[in-house]
């Protein structure tokens, strides 16, 4: 384990036979829950603990055991769990019904889809994590749906998409940070740079979701009453996040908060307070509601970190940077490569602190300014991110809502957009020549 690993192409088997069984089952039953993600995922890490002969057993135990122990999995399984004791205690305090109604009461039919997108845009950029603005605004586009007879899908594609708005933007989002320091500028450079990029993604969306969603599809249902004291929670989360408190503060207040609430308005029994944050106000939701996605991210952590001892991770880079010509090209190249290594690892900060060093070599060869590739590698991981079927935010959302990865997919028209925004970027826009400070002249 010590060393350069070797590039090695045969080392993405087990992403591979993942992709087929998952993929091939959904396609061949037409239902894609007819294979468990899980199933699919520890098939995958069977085949690579089989096919790494090159460690013995208790070898493989103690390098998976390092690809769990990773800070940024750590902080993503606490995450999980922490916003699904808030979101099961704050929908058993009558929360999200108030908030729902308190929306559709003000807001026009024809942008209450889009307002969840740019909800979720203010709330991921404040807080810095996509998972926890999916966390709390998921409940509130379900009751979106249920209230409006818009489709589950396109509701929760709105909070997907707010959600990586902010995963990609924020100065305090990881993948932000770990671009930054990967690629050497300052993060208000990066911010400024990354932000234009976007915002005719951002504007395009928008526009789709208002289109969408604007005609007598739109039909009011039942009791739109409304408590403004059980908002009270999503609001203290809303400030907090635009405050830029940490998260887990931030949800933290949320559940102590849905609990007084839910107490005083006697929604929740005092007696029940620890098992709404637990199990949800029907039992099926709050923290083991979150079971599954915190197990397939432990999992999919074991995965990756035989993959790229094998020499997976080192195959993609290598791959790339050899078929690199000419600025424009470097810059397509940290693109692909930041796509690239999204895909096979499921994360975007794990892929950005794989693919910074990679891109770095590649920006400083072809004189690309460090906030433009800083902005490309975290842009992109972003893309993928938001779109793979088996990410932590498309496999949150669905677990949230009871739907499938693939019925969101298309309605996440902001990663798309994201993508296409950034090679017009590439294609277009002429790239300054970095000075010796490290910012373009």
């Known amino acids: 384990?010590?060393?350069?690993?070797?590039?090695?192409?045969?080392?993405?088997?087990?992403?591979?036979?993942?992709?087929?069984?998952?993929?091939?089952?959904?396609?061949?039953?037409?239902?894609?829950?007819?294979?468990?993600?899980?199933?699919?995922?520890?098939?995958?890490?069977?085949?690579?603990?089989?096919?790494?002969?090159?460690?013995?057993?208790?070898?493989?135990?103690?390098?998976?055991?390092?690809?769990?122990?990773?800070?940024?999995?750590?902080?993503?399984?606490?995450?999980?769990?922490?916003?699904?004791?808030?979101?099961?205690?704050?929908?058993?305090?009558?929360?999200?019904?108030?908030?729902?109604?308190?929306?559709?009461?003000?807001?026009?039919?024809?942008?209450?889809?889009?307002?969840?997108?740019?909800?979720?845009?203010?709330?991921?950029?404040?807080?810095?994590?996509?998972m926890g603005t999916i966390a709390a605004l998921a409940p509130i586009a379900v009751g979106i749906s249920e209230k409006t007879g818009f489709g589950m899908p396109i509701c929760i594609g709105a909070v997907v998409c707010g959600a990586m708005f902010g995963d990609n933007l924020s100065m305090i989002s990881d993948t932000t940070i770990a671009a930054v320091k990967t690629q050497g500028c300052e993060m208000k450079d990066k911010f400024k740079e990354n932000f234009f990029i976007v915002l005719p993604a951002a504007v395009i969306t928008i526009i789709l979701f208002v289109i969408l969603t604007r005609n007598g599809s739109f039909q009011l249902s039942g009791d739109l009453s409304y408590n403004i004291w059980r908002v009270l929670p999503y609001l203290v989360v809303l400030v907090g996040a635009l405050i830029g408190f940490n998260v887990f503060l931030v949800l933290l207040a949320g559940i102590i908060l849905s609990l007084v609430v839910g107490i005083a308005t006697g929604s929740i029994l005092p007696a029940d307070m620890f098992r709404v944050i637990a199990q949800g106000a029907d039992g099926s939701g709050g923290i083991m509601g979150m079971y599954d996605i915190t197990v397939i991210s432990m999992v999919v952590a074991c995965i990756v970190s035989l993959v790229k001892e094998m020499g997976g991770i080192q195959f993609i880079l290598e791959f790339i940077k050899k078929r690199i010509k000419g600025k424009k090209g470097g810059e397509l190249g940290i693109a692909f490569l930041s796509l690239l290594v999204d895909m096979c690892t499921a994360n975007n900060t794990v892929a950005?602190?794989?693919?910074?060093?990679?891109?770095?070599?590649?920006?400083?060869?072809?004189?690309?300014?460090?906030?433009?590739?800083?902005?490309?590698?975290?842009?992109?991981?972003?893309?993928?991110?938001?779109?793979?079927?088996?990410?932590?935010?498309?496999?949150?959302?669905?677990?949230?809502?009871?739907?499938?990865?693939?019925?969101?997919?298309?309605?996440?028209?902001?990663?798309?957009?994201?993508?296409?925004?950034?090679?017009?970027?590439?294609?277009?826009?002429?790239?300054?020549?970095?000075?010796?400070?490290?910012?373009?002249?």
């Open 1 to 130: 384990m010590e060393g350069k690993v070797k590039a090695n192409g045969r080392a993405l088997l087990p992403i591979i036979v993942f992709l087929v069984i998952f993929l091939g089952s959904g396609f061949v039953s037409g239902d894609f829950n007819s294979m468990p993600a899980i199933v699919g995922f520890l098939i995958a890490l069977l085949v690579a603990f089989i096919q790494d002969r090159k460690h013995d057993f208790h070898e493989k135990i103690h390098i998976v055991a390092q690809g769990v122990g990773d800070d940024n999995i750590i902080t993503m399984c606490l995450i999980f769990l922490v916003a699904g004791g808030f979101s099961g205690a704050v929908t058993a305090a009558g929360g999200v019904e108030s908030t729902v109604n308190l929306g559709l009461s003000i807001l026009p039919s024809s942008v209450a889809v889009a307002g969840l997108f740019v909800i979720g845009c203010f709330i991921s950029i404040s807080m810095g994590t996509s």
């Open 352 to 441: 950005i602190v794989m693919a910074g060093p990679i891109a770095k070599e590649i920006s400083d060869e072809f004189e690309i300014s460090p906030k433009r590739s800083a902005s490309l590698l975290d842009m992109f991981t972003s893309v993928g991110q938001g779109l793979i079927p088996y990410g932590a935010q498309l496999l949150s959302a669905a677990s949230l809502t009871q739907l499938t990865p693939y019925q969101i997919i298309p309605y996440c028209f902001y990663p798309i957009l994201m993508a296409v925004s950034g090679l017009v970027f590439i294609l277009f826009v002429k790239n300054r020549k970095p000075t010796k400070s490290g910012l373009s002249a």
